[in-house]
T-cell receptor, first 113, second 117 residues
């Protein structure tokens, strides 16, 4: 079956530090890959996505590249801000059959001033 | 436009009691999903409605869980009787179509936190 593995958190950084949150996946076929973010007191929202190998998704300074050879979709940001403090979820949707997204466990990011 | 709303935001009950969670999707969204996140673990799929019909309920853990979506509008998720392992955050999400969900256009509520003592 499909699965998503994320690094355990929390990840604690100082403002302007470089961020990487690792995500690897197991899926049949060619899934679409997503990062969702949940800010405090809010629901999850789509941050970025990539639908095929070597695609790079980007939004709000965050980037992730779909790496089929390593089955990975690591999230990166060059300079984090306090406002980036949130929980980040990696997710996938299979290329065939069910359209139900499969999520990882989430990684909490805490950014200190 | 109102987003996905869930009620209650937090519920604390004793083992053996009943709890009903409610989700109001975005107006016009035929697809409604329930997910659950147990502390620190994956967000796990529970079930998927298309309008009032259960499209996929493969994630429902057991028959203590009952989900309904009367008239294809809001949905309720009842847990009866609640057990300790049911504690977690229950998320509801909606999308206009299944295809849009596949594209990531899934809109989530803030979640209902359930604590079973």
């Amino acid at each position: 079956g499909n699965s998503v593995t994320q690094m355990e958190g929390p990840v604690t950084l100082s403002e302007e530090a470089f961020l990487t949150i690792n995500c690897t996946y197991t899926a049949t076929g060619y899934p679409s890959l997503f990062w969702y973010v949940q800010y405090p007191g809010e629901g999850l929202q789509l941050l970025l996505k990539a639908t095929k190998a070597d695609d790079k998704g980007s939004n709000k300074g965050f980037e992730a590249t779909y790496r089929k050879e390593t089955t990975s979709f690591h999230l990166e940001k060059g300079s984090v801000q306090v406002s980036d403090s949130a929980v980040y979820f990696c997710a996938l949707v299979s290329s065939g059959g069910s359209y139900i997204p499969t999520f990882g466990r989430g990684t909490s990011l805490i950014v200190h001033p | 436009e109102a987003g996905v709303t869930q009620f209650p935001s937090h519920s604390v009950i004793e083992k053996g009691q009943t709890v009903t969670l409610r989700c109001d999707p975005i107006s016009g969204h035929d697809n409604l999903y329930w997910y659950r996140r147990v502390m620190g673990k994956e967000i796990k799929f529970l079930l998927h409605f298309v309008k009032e019909s259960k499209q996929d309920e493969s994630g429902m853990p057991n028959n203590r869980f009952l989900a309904e979506r009367t008239g294809g509008t809001y949905s309720t998720l009842k847990v009866q009787p609640a057990e300790l392992e049911d504690s977690g955050v229950y998320f509801c999400a909606s999308s206009q179509t299944s295809g849009r969900a596949r594209s990531g256009e899934l809109f989530f509520g803030e979640g209902s936190r359930l604590t079973v003592l």
